[in-house]
């Protein structure tokens, strides 16, 4: 997504917005909207390339406010999304530790179950009745690995590129383009309310 050069020259205040940098605009009638229902999905779905630099840009229809409230919302939004960085870290550390343990729990399953289908086997003599029960018993001793499996092929990495989707965006610059004048008081309340939340 770009945006012009006219466009830029009515963008307000904060971060400068680096060139080719892949821009998300987020349209709200208020600040305090934006963190009512803040949710990265827009953000996800935008199919932005996983190396991209992100900005922000929020469109707000009224006028400006304080002259620090594009810094607030910035420092807001970065608080925001890092504080989900940490919180999908400590899941994946959480997943990792179930992860070894179901993985110990599974080994010892193994062993058990091949043990066992040897020895069953082995009393009798050969036969097929012996062959079928070493069989299912080493079936069964794998069935016990799917669980840990599951976890370090699969699990993890969804959860680890949130984080990193997070990371990201705890770190991009934040700018407000203000589009309508509301009234001369409009921003008040939002003001307000955006410095309780940072």
């Keep these: 997504m770009c945006i012009s050069q006219a466009q830029w020259r009515i963008l307000a205040r904060c971060d400068p917005i680096p060139p080719k940098c892949s821009v998300i605009e987020v349209h709200v009638g208020e600040l305090k909207q934006l963190f009512n229902a803040i949710d990265p999905s827009p953000f996800r779905d935008k199919e932005l390339p996983s190396d991209a630099t992100l900005g922000l840009v929020v469109d707000l229809d009224r006028e400006a406010g ?16 890092s504080q989900r960085a940490q919180a999908y870290r400590r899941r994946l550390r959480e997943l990792f530790r179930v992860g070894r343990t179901s993985l110990v729990i599974g080994l010892f399953a193994l062993a058990s179950a091949i043990a066992l289908g040897d020895f069953l086997a082995g009393l009798m003599k050969g036969s097929r009745i012996g062959e079928i029960v070493r069989e299912s018993f080493t ?20 959860i680890r590129d949130e984080a990193t989707l997070y990371d990201r965006l705890a770190a991009m610059p934040v700018r407000i383009r203000y589009l309508n004048a509301k009234g001369p008081d409009a921003w008040r309340g939002d003001c307000y309310e955006l410095s309780m939340r940072s």
Excluded: T
């Excluded at 690995?145 to 699990?155: A, G, T, V």
């Design 139 to 158: 079936i069964g001793g794998w069935v016990s690995m799917w669980r840990p499996l599951e976890i370090f092929l699969y699990d993890w990495w969804p």
């Design 66 to 81: 304080l002259p620090d409230e594009a810094a607030v919302l910035r420092d807001a939004i970065h608080e925001f999304f």
